[in-house]
């Protein structure tokens, strides 16, 4: 066989090896990559914190240079310190405050949170309904329409457990006993080893705030107002405004317990209701001082017709009569008439009369 025919014969070998070779990597390569962007069937959500240990099933990602940790039905969550954050795959986000042990399981559009130790606080916008499971209590999230759901969960290593409902309810069930509650929403409970009839109110004890989940508000609409408008609108508002010095009412009582499998329920206690008024309690006003009158400027002294007739008279001689200044009237006192008035009495009155004048 000549050697040109040869080489020619191996280098045809050569290429097809490596043609197959190459397109082997890019099937597998293709391959891979369809099966990571793939998301498991029961995964929860990938996790984020500083201090965390997961065992269990779990998938490692590669997301913008940074690898992510995906939780699957079954894995074990245990976060040492700080706090901790769960991306749902169905939409939404658990933040996890530590010291927190607890597992997670998924099935359907079922989330199951089975806490042991921790706090949780869970916003889900319209994914799965998730329920939290501790040693004697089940709590599920109920949504209100199609509102979103925003839940606190605690439970400390002392037994003690916090619930608050900021958006939509929960329904609490005992396990031992059936016994079930519904906390509605803004709802703030806490309960003592796990019964019910140990239900109180809880203060604010559940603190673990979400980070970045923040409710979006609502758009408003842009209005413009001339301002005969705004001063129209303006005016009623002033009007009709509540004012601060009003007393603030306020009823504490017990929450309402219903248990659908008792035969009979245990009336409420009337007494174990509690009206509570505020008020500012104003201090008595006490005034100080003096009341002044005012002067009366007193009329001017009229002169009667003979002084005034002197006056002219000097006026006329040239000479300047000395102004008399008049005496105020005196009332005459009339006499009272005599018992005895006899004839003399009479004649008697007329003389002096006579030699008066």
Known sequence: MPPLLYLSKLQRCLALTVGGVFFSIFILAKAFAQQTDQVPYDAVGVIEGDSIIVTGPVNMEMVHGQVKTMLRSGSDVRV??????????????IQICGPAHFSVLTSG????????????????????????????????????????????VGIESSGEMCLRANRGAIRVEQQLTGQSVIIPQLGDVQLLNGQLEGLQSGAGHCTCELESVKAAPEPQPSITLSAVAAALDAAPAAENAPSKEEPIYQVIMPPLVYDAKAKAHTPLDPQMILLVRRARVRSTLIF??????????????TQSPAAAAR???????????????????????KPAASANNSFTDRVRSFVRKLWSK
């Open 109 to 152: 559009r079922s989330l199951t949170v089975a806490l042991e130790e921790g706090a949780i606080h869970a916003h889900i916008e319209r994914g799965p309904t998730l329920t939290i499971y501790t040693a004697q209590i089940q709590a599920r999230t109920i949504a209100i329409g199609d509102g979103p759901q925003d839940v606190q």
């Open 311 to 333: 006056q002219t008279q000097g006026d006329v001689a040239g000479k300047k009569t000395p102004e008399v200044t008049p005496k105020p009237a005196v009332p005459a006192v």
């Open 288 to 301: 100080q001082g003096r009341v002044v009158g005012e002067v009366v400027a007193a009329p001017p002294a």
């Open 80 to 93: 040492k310190s700080g706090t901790a954050k769960i991306d749902l795959v169905d939409g939404g986000q």
